[in-house]
């Protein structure tokens, strides 16, 4: 019992590092499309 609750915590644990990933991604992804937007129209 006690090991099938440490692996589903792992996997917890995996799954909130993989969505912090993808909003850290996401965040720069916007901040890069912003910047090209504004260097775009300052042309």
């Known amino acids: 019992m006690n090991q099938k609750n440490r ?4 996997r917890e644990r995996r799954e ?3 969505a912090n990933k993808l909003i850290r991604n996401l ?3 916007l901040i890069v499309l912003a910047l090209i937007t504004i260097i775009a129209y300052t042309w």
């Open 7 to 10: 692996k589903h915590e792992e």
């Open 16 to 18: 909130a590092e993989k």
């Open 27 to 29: 965040c720069i992804g």
